[in-house]
């Protein structure tokens, strides 16, 4: 089946270590997306790639990096720098054109402690 | 800069009544208009709006684009329970250079559907 995936689903970090969430899809799509949602707000963007080895910075890209080494893969990590960094992590993707709008993983979870 | 504001935050309603969220924007470099519904997770794509005054419809659910007053609703006719969710509305912009740009979310609008 086609669709999108992340893991962990729920991740415990302590302050000052670096975490890496992971994204995968399979649905072939071009465009990959890292928002980040906090109790009663929307989705803000940290990081979108429109393609393999290319990136760019949303709206909170500050305390976080991405890779996009393969179409199907584009891992996020919450470095120490994060000063807030608990909150829900979306990944998405979407055809270049975003046609039929954004599909979304399930989301991790983090919690600092 | 640039915004995407939804209203009301929070909505309770009883099953059969008929809702209109709202989403209302001011971007530079406006490319497209898209409402999605999440559950407990992943938000899901319920539509894309791209032209004024064309209705997008699947089965209850319709949403109107006016670019002129810049502005979407999205209604829901004899609402279900299982219509309880958060709606979220974003823009999408294009960058410089016509290159595909990222999406601006609203806050979202909580609906709940009492039996």
């Not at chain 1, 393969?70 to 270049?96: D, G, H, I, M």
């Not at chain 1, 046609?99 to 991790?108: C, D, K, R, S, Y």
């Not at chain 2, 005054?53 to 999205?74: A, N």
């Not at chain 2, 509305?89 to 609008?109: D, E, M, P, R, W």
């Amino acid at each position: 089946d086609g669709g999108i995936t992340q893991s962990p689903k729920y991740l415990f970090r302590k302050e000052g270590q670096n975490v890496t969430l992971s994204c995968e899809q399979n649905l072939n799509h071009d465009a990959m997306y890292w928002y980040r949602q906090d109790p009663g707000q929307g989705l803000r963007l940290i990081y979108y790639s429109q393609i393999v080895n290319d990136f760019q910075k949303g709206d909170i890209a500050e305390g976080y990096s991405v890779s996009r080494e393969k179409k199907e893969s584009f891992p996020l990590t919450v470095t120490s720098a994060q000063t807030n960094p608990t909150a829900f992590y979306l990944c998405a993707s979407s055809r270049r054109e975003l046609g039929n709008g954004q599909f979304f993983g399930p989301g991790t979870r983090l919690t600092v402690l | 800069e640039d915004k995407v504001v939804q209203s009301p935050l929070s909505l309770v309603v009883h099953e059969g009544d008929t809702v209109t969220l709202n989403c209302s924007y001011e971007v530079t470099n406006f490319r497209s208009l898209l409402w999605y519904k999440q559950e407990k997770k992943a938000p899901t794509f319920l539509f894309m709006l791209t032209s004024s005054g064309i209705e997008k419809k699947s089965g209850r659910l319709s949403s109107i684009l006016d670019k002129k007053e810049l502005f979407s609703i999205l209604n829901i006719t004899a609402t279900q329970t299982g219509d309880s969710a958060v709606y979220l509305c974003a823009v999408h912009l294009i960058n410089y250079g016509g290159s595909q740009g990222n999406l601006i979310f609203g806050k979202g609008t909580k609906l709940s559907v009492k039996p």
